[in-house]
C-alpha cells in the first residue's frame, strides 16, 4: 500500500485511461495526495464528470483531456495542447492498455495492442518531450505486467489467426523494452516499471453479472492494483526500477527476454521509425 502521506502538491500528473479501473484509482490517489491531475483517455459521456466528482473530493484541479492513443493524429497533437496553464507534466502514467484476443488493426494497419500500449504511449511521451512539455526531472510510470514472460519478441508486424493473448503479452513486454530505453536514453528523467497485479477490471470482459462477481473472487481490486503506481509517484526508487505488486523490486535476470538489449533496440527503433 502506498503511503498516504506524502504530499505531490504542486505537481502536475498525466495518467492515460485515468477514468476507469486502475487508471481512476491512480488519478484519485494522486488527487488526495495533492497533484492536479489530467486524465487523458477516450472517455465517455461521464469522464468529464468523473473528473469534477474527484476535483470536488479533493480540491485538486482534475481535467479531463481527450486522447485515442490507437490515432496517430490524436497522439501528435497531444502534446501541444497539454501545455497546461504553462505548467510542466512532473508525473506522467502511461496506465491506459487493451487486451484484443482477435485480430484488430488501427487505421494504420497496425495490430491495436501494439498500436495502443506501446506506439500510442511512444508517440505521446516523444511529443511531450519535444514540445518541452515534460519537466526536467519527471517520473514516467509504465504500466507493464508479468505476462509478458510469455513472449519472445515484440513488433510492429505482428499478426495471428483465432483468439490469442500472445499480442497483449508482447505489448506487455514492450513496455518494458520501452521503459528500460527511455531510462537508458534520459537520464534526467525517473523511469520506473509496475506490475499492478491481476486486477478485476473490464480488460477482458465485464466486471458486472456471474463474470464479474468471479472476477471479484479471484482478482485483486482496482484500488490494489493501483497502489504500484502510486509507490512509484511518491516514493524515492531509483531510475529503472521495476516494482511488482507483491514482491517489491525485482532483480531481472541478465539472460531473460526483458533484458535482451539487440531486440530492445531494434523495438524503440521502429517505434521511432512509425513515430515519423
Known sequence: MCPESNSLTGKLALVTG??????????KGLARRGAD???AARG???????CRRIAGETGRLVSFFPLDLADK????????????QNRKIDIVCANAGISESKYHQNNEGIELCFAVNCLGHHRLLRAMLESNSVADNARIIFTTGDIYILADDCTPDFTFVGRSASAYSR????????HFEITR???NLKCIAVHPGVVATELEGS???LIGFIKRQMFISPFSGAQASLIAATQDLPSGTYLHNKHGIMDLNVGEVAKNSPKRVAFWKALNAISE
Open 171 to 178: 505489448s506487455k513486454l514492450g513496455n518494458l523494452w520501452q
Open 207 to 209: 466486471v458486472d453479472g
Open 73 to 84: 493524429a490524436s497522439t501528435a497533437d497531444a502534446a501541444l495542447e497539454l501545455k497546461w
Open 44 to 50: 465517455d459521456s461521464n469522464a468529464a464528470a468523473e
Open 37 to 39: 491531475v489530467i486524465v
Open 185 to 187: 536514453r534520459y537520464p
Open 18 to 27: 485515468g477514468n476507469r479501473g486502475i487508471g481512476l484509482e491512480i488519478t
